[in-house]
Each structure stands twice: as C-alpha cells, then as structure tokens.
C-alpha cells in the first residue's frame, strides 16, 4: 500500500528551537523523499530532498535524517524563525520511473512562536 | 519566469451544480497535475498529464470528474456534479517531464466550497 505516514500534526516550537517532523513509509519502492513548505493561501513549494543512497541532507537551516532499514525520514529545522510557521508535508514517490505520482503525508503545521 | 496560474481562486457552488477550474502552467513543462487537498490532509494526486496525454488518472473519480489538456499547455478540472465531499482546495503544478524525482511547482489553488 502506497502511504506516508507524517507525525506531529501540529508543532509548537520557540524561536531559535529545533523543529522535528517526522515520516514512515510502506512501500519499498520508493526512492525519491521530498519535503514540501506550505503557507497558508499559497501552494506547496520544495524545501529540500533526499534519495535513499544517503543517510543525511543538508541545506542551510533544514536537514533530512533518513533511516532506510526503518523506512522513516525526519525534517530537522534548526534555529527554528517565526518566518519558518508554515504547514510541512513528507512525500514520496519512485524517482526514475515516469509518470510515478507523489504520495503526501498528512502535514504537520508548524508555528514558532517569537 | 511566471509560476503557475490558476483561476478563480474562490468559488462557492451549491451542490449538484457543475464547477470548472483553470491551470496555466509554467511555460514548457510538459508534466500538468491536478491535486485535491481537503482540509487537513496532505494533496492527492486527481490526474496527470504529459503533453495532451493522460499519465495518471487512477485516483479520479471519473463518474463526475473530468480533465482535460488540449493543445499540451492550459488544462481545465470540472465537476458534474458536484457533491458536499468535494469541498476541497484543488491544486494545480507542472514540472518539465514527468519523472518521479521531477520538482513539481504548485499553484495557489483553487478553493472549492460546496453547500
């Protein structure tokens, strides 16, 4: 079955606080485990990805933790800003094959507080 | 470089009425998706399209949803009729071809209330 499974729903964090969200996977297809940043009013936009040939990705203030034999993957957001309150969603899809769908969590609505 | 277009950003109908959305993609992304993303859920994918043609339409309820891309560009969501569960923002994005680590650009959505 084809689902991502995202945990906290909601997430309060003071400023300057780590931010940490996390995902499960099922299906051992998947390869390609992006996050997605949504703010209220718009749509999603890509923060950051990771395909399973590495443990960990970096990018400024967001990093992914991926744990393969677990099927799980976390977003880690430090120094977490007000500016960073927004709704998060984990997804997954299998990366080289085309036209395969991506499958969003639940997202995780994230407010930091100043 | 423009992002995606949608239009109307709002639209209220009552139920059993037909509703249609309309999404321009960013200029040549061959891949066009339309999502529904109801409150509190994260979006699914409704239908896919490289060019013209249909990649993915399995999650579409087809009895009174339809999509199409005429000409590979502009593509246009309706709903006949709508009932109260479609309530929903339904989302548009593009990406340059249709494989699976492709980043997809989202529009603003549009947001659906059916009474």
């Known amino acids: 079955q084809q689902q991502v499974k995202q945990s906290p729903q909601s997430l309060i964090v003071q400023k300057g606080g780590i931010s940490i969200i996390n995902c499960a996977y099922e299906?051992?297809?998947?390869?390609?485990f992006p996050w997605y940043q949504q703010f209220p009013g718009k749509g999603p936009a890509l923060l950051i990805a990771?395909?399973?040939?590495?443990s960990e990705k970096k990018e400024g203030r967001f990093t992914i933790s991926f744990n393969k034999s677990a099927k799980q993957f976390s977003l880690h957001i430090m120094d977490s800003q007000p500016g960073d309150s927004a709704t998060y969603f984990c997804?997954?899809?299998?990366?080289?094959?085309?036209?395969?769908?991506?499958?969003f969590g639940e997202g995780t609505q994230l407010t930091v507080n100043p | 470089e423009a992002g995606v277009a949608q239009s109307p950003r709002y639209k209220i109908i009552e139920k059993r009425q037909s509703v249609a959305f309309w999404c321009n993609p960013i200029?040549?992304?061959?891949?066009l998706y339309w999502y529904q993303q109801i409150l509190g859920q994260g979006p699914k994918l409704l239908i896919q399209?490289?060019?013209?043609?249909?990649?993915?339409d399995s999650q579409l309820p087809k009895d009174r949803f339809s999509a199409e891309r005429l000409k590979g560009v502009d593509s246009t969501l309706k709903i006949q009729p709508a009932k109260l569960e479609d309530s929903a923002v339904y989302l548009c994005?593009?990406?340059?071809?249709?494989?699976?680590?492709?980043?997809?650009?989202f529009g603003p959505g549009t947001r659906l209330l059916v009474l």
């Open positions: 997804a997954a899809s299998i990366g080289e094959t085309s036209g395969s769908r991506l499958t």
């Open positions: 994005a593009s990406s340059r071809t249709s494989g699976g680590s492709e980043t997809q650009y």
């Open positions: 399209f490289q060019n013209n043609g249909v990649v993915d």
């Open positions: 990771i395909r399973p040939d590495v």
């Open positions: 200029s040549g992304h061959a891949t």
């Open positions: 299906n051992t297809a998947f390869d390609y």
